[in-house]
């Protein structure tokens, strides 16, 4: 009996073998979704810089949405040169504001961020900020102290309210080719450069691949950190995008980053959630939550 349940054992895990031999194994894991909630203590940090690095990389590792704003700043290299913010490439979206600042690093890797939609916004001298970069470098004369070179945001396509900000950033390169009027929609003069905001002298250039209208557009050296503009010639009755420049092009207002009709189901993305094929300020009460999706029980 023994010597038989060994053989169906045997047989049985054979045939689950064989079977799964001829199965496609689909990697399903740019398709997760881990939600992580944001921080709200501007420029201030508890504890030691190796407590607050670590405090940063449990709350977002692996989160592909900030329910909140994402505040990264005290990160030295220079100080620990085991820091990696490498763990910043899986988000997706925030839904506050993005503060980068007092950082010792030579790259952001925001890789994957399409959306910031800055429902809470940072105040500066009583402007609304929605993306703030500042007080990147300490560098001086110390040659370890490089401080921030690229801000790597290829895939940001909107930042939904509040302008933009730089301010001392002496190494940072690139960001004077961004058009900041293809990503903030309905803004008139969307970013606002304080003293230093970047360096007038960088040496290398966006690649060739990143010329968009006679002119190049990069977040950094790489032929992979071409910015991606889309069109801002939206009627003037238009909220922000649109998918024509004529009254009735005007993307719904449930839309994020463009759209390619006028109702909430034609979104490229959407600004809040997601219910069936349409995009909804709120999902409804029976419904779960999992990022920007609505999931029924």
């Given at each position: 009996m023994e010597?038989?349940s060994?053989?169906?054992?045997?047989?049985?895990f054979?045939?689950?073998?064989?079977?799964?031999?001829?199965?496609?194994?689909v990697?399903?894991?740019?398709?997760?979704?881990?939600?992580?909630?944001?921080?709200?203590?501007?420029?201030?940090?508890?504890g030691?810089q190796?407590?607050?690095?670590?405090?940063?990389?449990r709350?977002f590792k692996?989160?592909?949405h900030?329910?909140?704003?994402l505040?990264?700043t005290?990160?030295?290299k220079?100080?620990?040169?085991?820091?990696?913010?490498?763990?910043?490439?899986?988000?997706?979206?925030?839904?506050?504001?993005?503060?980068?600042?007092?950082?010792?690093v030579q790259?952001?890797?925001?890789?994957?961020?399409r959306?910031?939609?800055?429902?809470?916004?940072?105040?500066?001298?009583?402007?609304?900020?929605?993306?703030?970069v500042?007080?990147?470098?300490?560098?001086?004369?110390?040659?370890?102290?490089?401080?921030?070179r690229?801000l790597?945001?290829?895939?940001?396509?909107?930042i939904?309210?509040?302008?933009?900000f730089?301010?001392?950033?002496?190494h940072?390169c690139?960001?004077?080719?961004?058009?900041?009027?293809?990503i903030?929609?309905?803004n008139?003069?969307?970013?606002?450069?304080?003293?230093?905001?970047?360096s007038?002298n960088?040496?290398k250039?966006c690649d060739?691949?990143?010329?968009?209208d006679?002119?190049?557009?990069?977040?950094?050296?790489?032929?992979?950190m071409c910015q991606t503009v889309?069109?801002?010639?939206?009627?003037?009755?238009?909220?922000g995008r649109?998918?024509?420049?004529?009254?009735?092009?005007?993307?719904?207002p449930?839309?994020?980053?463009?759209?390619?009709?006028?109702s909430?189901?034609d979104?490229?993305?959407?600004?809040?959630f997601?219910?069936g094929?349409?995009?909804?300020?709120?999902?409804?009460a029976n419904?779960?939550?999992?990022?920007?999706e609505?999931?029924?029980?």
């Open positions: 010597d038989f060994g053989f169906l054992c045997l047989f049985t054979l045939c689950v073998l064989n079977f799964l031999s001829g199965v496609e194994i990697n399903v894991d740019s398709e997760v979704t881990k939600e992580c909630y944001g921080t709200h203590v501007g420029f201030g940090m508890s030691n190796d407590d607050h690095y670590e405090s940063l990389r709350r692996d989160c592909t900030v329910e909140g704003n505040e990264i005290h990160v030295d220079a100080i620990n040169s085991s820091y990696d913010i490498s763990f910043l490439s899986s988000i997706k979206v925030v839904t506050g504001y993005v503060l980068l600042g007092l950082l010792e790259t952001i890797p925001l890789i994957n961020l959306l910031i939609r800055a429902d809470s916004t940072y105040n500066i001298m009583g402007e609304e900020y929605g993306l703030v500042a007080l990147t470098s300490e560098a001086g004369n110390d040659p370890k102290r490089v401080g921030l690229e790597q945001l290829p895939s940001l396509l909107e939904s309210k509040g302008k933009v730089f301010a001392q950033n002496p940072l690139y960001i004077d080719t961004i058009d900041w009027g293809s903030v929609p309905d008139e003069g969307p970013v606002k450069y304080g003293e230093l905001a970047y007038e960088c040496e250039k060739t691949e990143c010329e968009v006679g002119v190049n557009r990069c977040w950094g050296e790489s032929r992979f889309r069109s801002s010639h939206c009627h003037s009755s238009c909220p649109c998918y024509d420049s004529y009254i009735l092009g005007c993307c719904h449930e839309c994020a980053i463009g759209c390619y009709g006028p909430d189901s979104c490229e993305m959407c600004k809040y997601q219910f094929d349409r995009c909804v300020p709120s999902c409804p419904a779960r939550r999992l990022g920007q609505c999931i029924m029980p």
